[in-house]
């Protein structure tokens, strides 16, 4: 998923190319026919399970909204107060109210609230991409993602299936605008954008859907960065990811 990478022993950023995802094919499931596509996660940054026989499945993301609420008008007001004011009053009191002024809202940081939104709802939707039918997983991962990435993710999940594996668990994400991106600098600049994450995929991997036994897990601190791109109507949707060379992190 990740194009023009290279090896992580090289020093520098990883960027995942598909002799990589081939490398990482070949860790899931074994020799692969040509064309194969490869968990974008795994690859050479996965702990085999087949090796290691541990893994553990915990962690979620969870988002909250606040709720507004209305309270009921106090009926023990008195009458008197509920009476409407005379004009002499309405124009004292506004005479003497202090004038206010509306603060425009902050476009940046409108703005990394709509990135930190799409890449959380991206993690959400790769770590469940195998339990969604090709339809719907169309639809979803459309609506966060542009090519490549988006093409990968479908063609990924289209392979799992063939294979007989599944993904289980799922991502814990700590976005953030600032620190190390590697070769990148974090932030947003016009319609390009890099958010920083040390992603915890420790409870995140594969298994066979035959047996159930897990087959990979992720790692604990894995630091990555993602390139968004702003289209038609100002929105923001993600178009690559990039695993950096030294894949530890401080969340």
């Known amino acids: ?81 509920l009476v409407p004011p005379t004009s002499d009053s309405v124009s004292s009191s ?35 991409s195998t339990a969604m039918t090709p339809e719907d997983l169309k639809s ?12 990968d993710v479908i063609k990924q999940a289209q392979y799992f299936h063939d294979k007989g594996l599944e993904k289980y668990g799922s991502a814990q994400n700590h976005p953030s605008f600032s620190g190390s991106g590697g070769s990148h600098t974090l932030g947003i600049q016009d319609s390009k954008a890099y958010l920083g994450d040390c992603l915890d995929l420790s409870g995140f991997g594969s298994r066979y859907v035959s047996t159930g036994k897990k087959r990979t897990v992720g790692l604990k601190q894995d630091h990555v960065v993602g390139e968004f791109t702003k289209g038609s109507g100002s929105v923001w949707k ?13 969340s």
């Open 1 to 81: 998923m990740w194009a023009g990478g290279r090896s992580r022993g090289m020093v520098g950023e990883m960027r995942r190319s598909w002799w990589v995802w081939g490398l990482g094919c070949l860790l899931l499931c074994g020799p692969l026919p040509a064309g194969c596509v490869a968990d974008p996660v795994r690859g050479s940054r996965v702990e085999d399970l087949t090796a290691a026989g541990t893994g553990g499945l915990s962690g979620s993301v969870v988002e909250t909204s606040d709720e507004l609420t209305a309270s009921a008008p106090d009926v023990s007001t008195p009458v008197s107060t």
């Open 94 to 128: 506004t005479s003497s109210a202090p004038r206010t002024t509306a603060h425009p809202a902050d476009p940046e940081a409108e703005a990394r609230r709509d990135i930190e939104k799409v890449w959380r709802t991206y993690w959400r939707i790769y770590t469940t």
């Open 140 to 151: 979803a991962i459309s609506a966060v993602a542009v090519d490549p990435i988006r093409t």
């Open 238 to 250: 993600l178009r690559q990811i990039y695993f950096l060379a030294d894949p530890t992190c401080a």
